[in-house]
């Protein structure tokens, strides 16, 4: 069974500094793709980021990366120079081959704090 | 393209009353997905669709749900009749897929907050 597992419940970041939330995947599939998103309390699920599994560079969106190890199935996001607009749910999410159907973490809160 | 639309954007009713929620995906988008989200059970997939067709539907909680696609443009989930319990917010959400020609990377509305008192 394909599972994503999200082990830290909540979590809190100074202003400006650097966090990082840790998700880990369960699969036997080769090609998938994985994602975080946000959801802030407005309630609106917005992508953070994408990475395709056959891709070995890890991907960036401003001051959003991936930390992806394929071989240990993990996929943690790193957020830099946190702000207050940070603060937010984060789902790490994981799909595969053509099913559509998107396999999501338990979620992180997080916590930004001035 | 005004991204995922959802219908009511609140909705408080009456148990025993039936409630349709409204969806229209992204225009060319294969798959649609309904969700529910409450603070116990976090996110939970209910029902999906693929090119109209319902895909899986497992998560469905019981026979008081249900849901349709008459065309790849709109969607609606119904509970009837409701009950406390299904209070909750509940997301559409749509994916361009065909193949490997899209990420799979689904695309959320605003969502449906439902109060059933």
């Known amino acids: 069974a394909q599972t994503v597992t999200q082990s830290q419940p909540e979590m809190s970041v100074q202003e400006a500094e650097t966090v990082t939330l840790s998700c880990t995947y369960d699969t036997s599939e080769n090609n998938y793709y994985l994602f975080w998103y946000k959801q802030p309390p407005s309630r609106q699920m917005i992508l953070v980021i994408r990475q395709e599994a056959y891709k070995q560079q890890n991907a960036t969106e401003n001051r959003f990366s991936v930390n992806f190890q394929k071989a240990a199935k993990s996929f943690s996001l790193k957020i830099s120079d946190s702000q207050l607009g940070d603060t937010a749910m984060y789902f790490c999410a994981f799909t595969y081959s053509n099913t559509g159907k998107l396999i999501f973490g338990q979620g992180t809160t997080l916590q930004v704090k001035p | 393209d005004a991204g995922v639309i959802q219908s009511p954007r609140h909705e408080v009713t009456e148990m025993g009353q039936e409630v349709t929620l409204r969806c229209k995906p992204i225009?060319?988008?294969?798959?649609l997905f309904w969700y529910r989200q409450t603070m116990m059970r976090g996110l939970e997939l209910l029902i999906y669709f693929n090119n109209n067709v319902p895909i899986d539907d497992s998560g469905m909680p019981e026979d008081r749900f249900s849901a349709k696609m008459p065309n790849a443009s709109f969607s609606t989930l119904k509970i009837q009749p409701s009950e406390p319990r299904d209070s909750a917010v509940y997301f559409c959400a749509s994916s361009l897929v065909r193949g490997l020609a899209g990420s799979g990377e689904q695309f959320f509305g605003p969502g449906t907050r439902l109060t059933v008192l």
């Open positions: 225009s060319g988008h294969d798959y």
